[in-house]
């Protein structure tokens, strides 16, 4: 048996959006100290909704194929739209993933979290979905992993 | 596709040679050895005379040679056998933080019932120091137990010199060789060694079957307890096709063993050679003069290592990591931890274990797949040579 599904290999092997945008509106770096994986995003925002994201990821198979997801999720979404994103649609998105590999996917979720603040804060922007939200805090604890 | 099997130390395929001698011990040769009637004596002939195969290969007399069921048995047979039979001599233990873990683990288990371990660190040639050694010891310490190849980085032990110290102290030496076996010279009788666990499937022989060589004359108690095999050692109706399997194995292994330590280690050298040429920002674990002849641990740096290992997995190639992310408990290869590798470069690393069925075609094609499959996640990776960690 195959230990990922063939969507999580499909974005794994082929990842969509690989890159850095050159002059992004939002750049966010992330990563889990439960095993040092580490995404980066970058976006490009018009008009409040996500026109472009890429990202670069140093982790496993699920971890890429997380990221992968994660942009094709929120390019063409609003912000508000996007910080809505958990780590449980990234993975439901995917068909499932290995239980013990469901935190790879947090660190998509965050690293957009991550993006988007760092948009708001260089334009003066607030978002109800940043509520609480600290780009610094390194917590991949269980309670942050949801299904 | 070209399927390419690189993970010789997790286990090997059983040889046709062991094959064809275990098969009549299925079906017409199926006699209980403990039964005295013609077909049980036949099987216990076959049983003594695999026991020889098997202390030939070592040096030792058939009667120090007690099968069990493979490598982590010989383990806890060692561990606990001593734990119980000195426990009134004392209550230390002394082995290294780069053992199997079915010796961490059994060690683990004692400490939780009142014995004292010391876990010796290892050189950045993978070595543990014998000045360590000798000053951990205590008039407490009952057991040394040091393995002869670890099974990740292939580093090969200073045998010898730790048998030489346990005996100058009285205290009795067991070494883990499932990894040493049929890949470096090994004489328990020269080399001072006590107690020695051995595995089959790692020699070409099937899994699930092993051996506990016991010096004559150690003391130590049983592991398992029932009937009166294996001269009261071991108890269990003998697995007779899997003991005449490793028997065969190991008669094999003597006889082809010049020829397979010069046919892993040129291909096991070519390997490194080419990787470090084709790419870049790879390092090599371990001592390259003290090692199991086979064995290519490397670091490939802004990578990890399951990512790397599905993707030669769909090329057909078949390798090991010691990354967190592809162990079940998220938890980086120890070995790599006591060699003081940081840890995102231990997500990077993979192990390549050549045995005697690689080609030098076989070399050639996972270099290749190797060199653009790196390429590739360096491309996906947030880290690089440029930005460094
Ligand atoms: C060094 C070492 N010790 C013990 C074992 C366990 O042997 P077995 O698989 O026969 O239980 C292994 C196998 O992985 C090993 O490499
Ligand atoms: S990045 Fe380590 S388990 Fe996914």
Request: glycine share 10%; charged share 25%; with cysteine.
């Amino acid at each position: 048996m195959a230990l990922y599904n063939d969507k999580v290999m499909d974005h794994f092997m082929n990842p969509r959006n690989v890159g850095e945008i050159e002059n992004p509106d939002g750049s966010g770096t992330y990563g889990s100290p439960v095993c040092g994986d580490m995404m980066m995003i970058t976006i490009k925002v018009d008009n409040d909704v996500i026109t472009d994201a890429k990202f670069k990821t140093f982790g496993c198979g699920s971890a890429i194929a997380s990221s992968s997801m994660a942009t094709e999720m929120i390019i063409g979404k609003t912000i508000d739209e996007a910080l809505a994103i958990t780590n449980k649609d990234i993975v439901d998105e995917l068909g499932g993933l290995p239980a013990i590999k469901l935190h790879c996917s947090v660190l998509a979720d965050h690293a957009i979290k991550c993006a988007i603040y760092d948009y708001a804060q260089k334009n003066g922007k607030t978002y109800a979905g940043l509520e609480g939200f600290d780009p610094n805090a390194d917590d991949d604890d269980e309670e942050a992993i949801e299904q | 596709m070209r399927q390419v099997y690189l993970d010789y130390s997790a286990t090997t395929p059983v040889k046709k040679e062991v094959l064809d001698a275990m098969l009549p011990y299925f079906t017409e040769h199926f006699g209980n050895p403990s039964s005295i009637y013609g077909i049980g004596l036949e099987s216990k002939d076959a049983i003594t005379n695999a026991r020889t195969q098997v202390a030939k290969l070592i040096n030792a007399d058939p009667a120090e040679v007690f099968f069990d069921a493979g490598g982590t048995e010989s383990d806890n047979w060692a561990v606990f056998g001593i734990a119980d039979a000195l426990k009134d001599k004392g209550n230390h233990i002394i082995t290294t933080k780069i053992e199997h873990h079915a010796m961490l683990h059994s060690c683990e288990f004692l400490e939780k019932h009142g014995y004292d371990v010391t876990y010796l660190g290892i050189g950045p040639d993978g070595r543990i120091k014998l000045d360590e050694l000798e000053a951990a010891i205590t008039d407490k310490t009952i057991l040394i137990s040091v393995m002869m190849v670890n099974n990740e980085i292939g580093t090969i032990q200073p045998i010898k010199e730790i048998g030489a110290i346990a005996k100058k102290h009285g205290i009795v030496f067991h070494t883990d060789a499932v990894q040493a076996l049929g890949n470096v010279p090994i004489d328990v009788k020269d080399m001072g060694i006590d107690l020695m666990s051995m595995s089959s499937h790692k020699i070409y022989g099937p899994k699930g079957i092993g051996a506990l060589y016991i010096r004559r004359g150690v003391k130590i108690s049983n592991y398992l307890h029932g009937g009166a095999q294996e001269n009261k050692r071991r108890a269990g109706t003998e697995n007779l096709p899997g003991i005449i399997g490793f028997g065969k194995a190991a008669e094999l292994a003597g006889e082809n063993f010049a020829e397979h330590v010069k046919h892993c280690s040129e291909l096991r050298n070519y390997l490194i050679d080419e990787v470090l040429k084709r790419i870049p920002n790879v390092k090599v674990n371990g001592s390259m003069e003290y090692r199991h002849p086979g064995n290519a641990n490397l670091t490939f740096e802004y990578i990890e290592g399951e990512a790397m290992l599905l993707m030669l997995d769909a090329k057909g190639i078949s390798v090991s990591t010691g990354s967190a992310c592809s162990s079940t408990s998220l938890v980086p290869s120890h070995v790599l931890s006591a060699l003081g590798i940081p840890v995102e470069q231990i997500h990077g690393t993979l192990r390549f274990t050549i045995g005697d069925f690689t080609t030098k075609e076989d070399i050639d094609y996972v270099v290749e797949c190797l060199s653009e499959i790196v390429g590739t996640l360096r491309g996906v990776s947030s880290v690089n040579s440029k930005k460094g960690w």
